[in-house]
């Protein structure tokens, strides 16, 4: 059964039982009220028969009190009693009927129930009417007498039993405008789980565009707009498996061509050198291409190799001095440097960096190389490292040619290359930056990339410090 029609029928139920069991009570509760009342009054007017009866019994003598006296005494007290709604009747020792004013034969068993001066009274039916009786015990000369008054009260059942009948025709029409108001409130009430049910099979069959409705602030409210979020970051997650595959399969394709390339040539200057009779010059020119493509690959697997290490490595915040490092950087690229005469300026304060140190010497090992490939001969590369309150910060720069603003997003990734030509004829894989950006993420680094075509490229590095280190940890 569907949410709505649940929180319908379930209130329409418990406002028609309560409705009922009120109306039932209430109806109740004014019959015995009623009934009361008429129960008071007729204890107060057989009383008043009673103490009229005894009054006018002790004012004769008892030599006088003949049944015929007796008769027309009570006849007198009844008459000025003036209540035609009653019926009066006077026994004497038990069960021998002295006056009755009306003919009315109510077999009640009352006068066996009675103790000295006590009353009692019920409630009888005769002939489909409704009696209420009252007798009480009255003793004069030694002799019992016993009062009865009877009124009918058939009319007092018969506005009960009208007033339920009135409230079933009024249960009916508050149960069926109930239930119009609560189909009205309940499909209100449920409109955003429809909506949210609706958007759900349209995402589940395709249409990731799709977005719940937000009709409330209530926890169905929420629950749209959880769903929302939940979609949305579903969509960003889809779009970054579809980017990794994407990555994964331009590496593939990259990688493929990197190794084609200085094959090809490795076999075709191989397969000369085996077929062909080549002088001395042309042999040493065949070997030469051949060691030069021999050794690009050689660093094409290194750098592979590294990328694995890194992607895997868990390392240790070790402190090493930066002045330390950007001079053994230094030092491995001066040859590199001096054969395309670029100068290379530090500027570097004394200060620490936290992490491993063979990585470090490749991080900026590889930024200086980067640099270099985009450099034309003596140019300049400059590296400055400053203390700062957040940790240790690097800027590498150049006044090479530069990258387009459109894409520094992408230089990070594997094989990517701004310029493909002047990358290889430099010796580079695309690879550098790449590695560069696994081992600042490594070492809880970030990195900025700026750059502009002619000007030149600037990459700026934060190493956290030892404090921050240790809240991350943390």
């Given amino acids: 059964m569907k949410f709505f029609w649940k929180i319908f029928f379930a ?41 009229a009866f005894e009054v006018n019994m002790n004012s004769i003598s008892e030599n006088y009190r003949t049944e015929k006296i007796v008769r027309a005494l009570t006849e007198s007290v ?14 004497r020792d038990g069960r021998y ?30 002939d489909g009417k409704k009696y209420l009786i009252f007798i009480c015990k009255s003793v004069i000369g030694g002799r019992n007498y016993y009062l009865e008054s009877a009124k009918d009260i058939t009319d007092l059942y018969e506005e009960r039993n009208s007033f339920y009948s ?45 977005r719940a409705e937000v009709y409330s602030e209530d926890e169905i409210g929420t629950l749209a707009q959880d769903f929302n979020i939940m979609a949305d970051n579903l969509i960003q997650k889809m779009d970054e498996l579809k980017d990794n595959a994407r990555k994964q399969e331009d590496f593939t394709a990259s990688f493929a061509h990197e190794l084609k390339t ?50 895997n490595e868990k390392i240790s915040y070790t402190p090493h001095s930066a002045r330390m490092l950007i001079a053994e950087a230094e030092r491995i690229t001066a040859k590199s440097l001096s054969d395309k005469e670029i100068t290379l300026y530090t500027d570097v304060e004394e200060g620490t960096v936290y992490g491993e140190k063979d990585l470090l010497l490749s991080l900026f090992v590889n930024l200086v190389d980067n640099a270099r490939k985009a450099l034309s001969p003596k140019g300049k590369i400059t590296i400055t490292g400053r203390t700062e309150e957040e940790g240790y ?37 695309g690879l550098g930056l790449t590695l560069c950006s696994r081992i600042v993420a490594l070492h809880k680094a970030e990195w900025k990339i700026e750059s502009k075509m002619g000007e030149g490229t600037c990459i700026t590095l934060t190493f956290p410090g030892k404090e921050v280190l240790h809240e991350t940890e943390k």
């Fill in 97 to 126: 009927l002295v006056y009755e004013n009306q003919e009315l034969r109510l077999e009640n068993g009352l006068i066996e129930k009675l103790t000295d001066a006590d009353c009692v009274y019920q409630v009888l039916e005769n």
């Fill in 78 to 91: 009844v008459n000025n009693l003036d209540k035609n709604e009653y019926s009066y009747k006077l026994y």
């Fill in 393 to 429: 910060r690097f800027a590498v720069c150049d006044n090479g040619c530069g990258m387009p603003e459109e894409e520094l997003h992408k230089v990070t990734e594997a094989f990517y290359m701004v310029d493909k030509s002047r990358s290889r004829k430099e010796g580079g894989a």
């Fill in 166 to 210: 009135q409230y079933r025709v009024i249960m009916l029409c508050l149960v069926a405008v109930t239930g119009v108001v609560i189909f009205i409130v309940s499909r209100f009430l449920t409109r955003s789980v429809a909506s949210l049910s609706d958007t759900t099979k349209r995402f589940a069959a395709g249409d990731y565009g799709t």
């Fill in 262 to 311: 200085p094959l090809t040539s490795i076999v075709g200057y191989a397969d000369m050198l085996r077929t062909m009779d080549l002088d001395k010059e042309e042999t040493v020119e065949a070997a030469n291409y051949i060691y030069s493509q021999g050794k690009r690959l050689e660093s094409l697997s290194f750098k592979l190799l590294d990328l694995i290490v890194t992607q």
């Fill in 11 to 51: 209130f329409t139920a418990i406002i028609t039982m309560v409705f009922s069991v009120f109306g039932i009570w209430l109806i109740s509760q004014t019959f015995r009220n009623s009934l009361n009342k008429e129960i008071e009054e007729g204890n107060r007017e057989n009383r008043m028969f009673q103490f």
